[in-house]
């Protein structure tokens, strides 16, 4: 049999109910490109025949809203933090017309974004200036231009990390026309490592806190107090974004603690553990954050108005969705679990409440279990769920799809029933 005569056609997919939201949003053309795209991929085999309705769907598809139940916190495929109703109110409120780079009172320019950098200022007393580029990444290239352009930059082997999807910081650092020189061993590396290697030639000392892993074992790191004597700058990614000391996440590091202890400048992503908008926070000593501001290359990696206002937002109200979901309380997860298992048993669902673990995900604290609850339902509805609006992910475990509520905000749990029991 020809498959190819089983390949739906244009004009019925056109009048597909499914696709018409589509042709609302996108225009019919658009909806016929990727229909046709899909067509065409069906025709080479690519895609089974009755796939095509839902391929085309997916290339017409705009970000969907997706209910966390992964149980991870900070889940980068998901866009790691959700921003607090504030932030996102802020970011309305900012996309109009505003006086980002505009004193009203004189009626002139203003330093950009002057009242969201206060604020981050406020926050972190021990910082002497800061600044707030795109994301971290951002911010490390910016000081390696800046500050090390031509020169080197000493960084330990135990600290070239790779981030995610093949993202390495020494390229990252090396891209920038800095020279890495690498000093110690993959787990042992001394002050005297870096002292040896410090010189003319250094711009200056990069510490990188290993944010996705660990090594456990015979291993040896300068704190950074010690690396802070060594007469050259030491900049210090810390990674997650906490700005003081958390009590759950004591081997995570912290901006003011780190800078307390010496170091110069500081970086820090601002959709991790801050629980803010995608952005890369700069902080530490003036003479240092003026040169970077100062840089050519600080305006093509500068931050734009909803990126500032969001983070001033979640900066003033600090108890942002992801705080909430690190401090959640484990048995109030767990009653929860179990009252929605009942009302998904009393629609004809298989769901037990069982008590999980949780992590922070890439944006944190390796090694790190947070104890939480799921409910547990047939693996078979993965895809189901997936495929809903909004999507829900979890996590098949033990043969079981679990749905974690730690990262899922209790106001959710409605929708998340009814996505469930839609199931049914
Ligand atoms: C996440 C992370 C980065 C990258 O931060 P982005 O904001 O995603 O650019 C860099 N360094 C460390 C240690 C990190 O944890």
Same mark, same amino acid.
């Given at each position: 049999?020809?498959?190819?005569? %089983?390949?739906?056609?244009?004009?019925?997919?056109?009048?597909?109910?499914?696709?018409?939201?589509?042709?609302?949003?996108?225009?019919?053309? +658009?909806?016929?490109?990727?229909?046709?795209?899909?067509?065409?991929?069906?025709?080479?085999?690519?895609?089974?025949?009755?796939?095509?309705?839902?391929?085309?769907?997916?290339?017409?598809?705009?970000?969907?809203?997706?209910?966390?139940?992964?149980?991870?916190?900070?889940?980068?495929?998901?866009?790691?933090?959700?921003?607090?109703?504030?932030?996102?109110?802020?970011?309305?409120?900012?996309?109009?017309?505003?006086?980002?780079?505009?004193?009203?009172?004189?009626? +002139?320019?203003?330093?950009?974004?002057?009242?969201?950098?206060? =604020?981050?200022?406020?926050?972190?007393?021990?910082?002497?200036?800061?600044?707030?580029?795109?994301?971290?990444?951002?911010?490390?290239?910016? !000081?390696?231009?800046?500050?090390?352009?031509?020169?080197?930059?000493?960084?330990?082997?135990?600290?070239?990390?790779?981030?995610?999807?093949?993202?390495?910081?020494?390229?990252?650092?090396?891209?920038?026309?800095?020279?890495?020189?690498?000093?110690?061993?993959?787990?042992?590396?001394?002050?005297?490592?870096?002292?040896?290697?410090?010189?003319?030639?250094?711009?200056?000392?990069?510490?990188?806190?290993?944010?996705?892993?660990?090594?456990?074992?015979?291993?040896?790191?300068?704190?950074?107090?010690?690396?802070?004597?060594?007469?050259?700058?030491?900049?210090?990614?810390?990674?997650?974004?906490?700005?003081?000391?958390?009590?759950?996440?004591?081997?995570?590091?912290?901006?003011?603690?780190?800078?307390?202890?010496?170091?110069?400048?500081?970086?820090? %992503?601002?959709?991790?553990?801050?629980?803010?908008?995608?952005?890369?926070?700069?902080?530490?000593?003036?003479?240092?954050?003026?040169?970077?501001?100062?840089?050519?290359? !600080?305006?093509?990696?500068?931050?734009?108005?909803?990126?500032?206002?969001?983070?001033?937002? =979640?900066?003033?109200?600090?108890?942002?969705?992801?705080?909430?979901?690190?401090?959640?309380?484990?048995?109030?997860?767990?009653?929860?679990?179990?009252?929605?298992?009942?009302?998904?048993?009393?629609?004809?669902?298989?769901?037990?409440?069982?008590?999980?673990?949780?992590?922070?995900?890439?944006?944190?604290?390796?090694?790190?279990?947070?104890?939480?609850?799921?409910?547990?339902?047939?693996?078979?509805?993965?895809?189901?769920?997936?495929?809903?609006?909004?999507?829900?992910?979890?996590?098949?475990?033990?043969?079981?799809?679990?749905?974690?509520?730690?990262?899922?905000?209790?106001?959710?749990?409605?929708?998340?029933?009814?996505?469930?029991?839609?199931?049914?």
């Amino acid at each position: 049999m020809d498959s190819r005569r %089983s390949i739906p056609r244009t004009d019925d997919l056109l009048a597909d109910p499914d696709l018409a939201p589509a042709v609302a949003r996108a225009g019919r053309d +658009r909806v016929k490109a990727a229909i046709q795209q899909a067509q065409q991929r069906a025709r080479t085999g690519e895609l089974a025949p009755d796939a095509v309705k839902r391929a085309a769907l997916a290339a017409l598809t705009p970000l969907r809203r997706v209910i966390n139940a992964t149980g991870v916190l900070l889940h980068t495929n998901l866009g790691r933090a959700p921003l607090s109703p504030l932030a996102v109110r802020a970011i309305a409120d900012a996309a109009g017309v505003t006086d980002i780079e505009l004193d009203l009172e004189t009626g +002139r320019r203003g330093r950009r974004g002057r009242s969201a950098l206060a =604020t981050l200022a406020a926050a972190v007393p021990a910082a002497e200036a800061v600044h707030v580029v795109n994301n971290n990444a951002a911010a490390l290239v910016l !000081a390696a231009t800046a500050l090390a352009g031509g020169k080197e930059i000493l960084v330990s082997r135990g600290e070239l990390v790779e981030i995610g999807d093949g993202f390495r910081l020494p390229d990252l650092l090396v891209s920038t026309g800095a020279r890495l020189r690498e000093v110690g061993t993959t787990n042992r590396t001394t002050l005297r490592d870096y002292a040896e290697a410090v010189g003319p030639e250094t711009g200056f000392v990069l510490k990188v806190h290993p944010s996705n892993y660990r090594i456990e074992g015979f291993t040896a790191a300068p704190e950074v107090a010690e690396l802070s004597t060594l007469g050259v700058p030491l900049v210090a990614d810390a990674g997650s974004g906490l700005l003081r000391p958390d009590p759950l996440l004591p081997a995570e590091p912290d901006a003011a603690t780190w800078l307390n202890a010496g170091a110069h400048l500081v970086t820090a %992503s601002g959709d991790k553990l801050l629980g803010g908008p995608q952005c890369g926070l700069l902080l530490g000593r003036a003479d240092l954050v003026e040169r970077l501001r100062r840089h050519p290359l !600080a305006r093509a990696l500068r931050v734009d108005k909803l990126t500032l206002a969001a983070l001033e937002a =979640t900066l003033a109200a600090p108890a942002t969705p992801v705080a909430a979901a690190l401090h959640a309380d484990p048995e109030a997860l767990y009653v929860r679990a179990q009252a929605l298992a009942e009302r998904l048993a009393d629609a004809g669902v298989d769901a037990t409440a069982v008590r999980t673990e949780a992590r922070v995900g890439g944006g944190g604290a390796p090694g790190v279990t947070l104890p939480s609850a799921a409910l547990a339902v047939a693996p078979v509805l993965a895809a189901q769920l997936r495929s809903g609006d909004p999507a829900v992910l979890g996590r098949v475990e033990r043969g079981h799809l679990l749905l974690d509520l730690r990262a899922v905000p209790e106001e959710l749990d409605k929708e998340l029933l009814s996505a469930v029991a839609a199931c049914g």
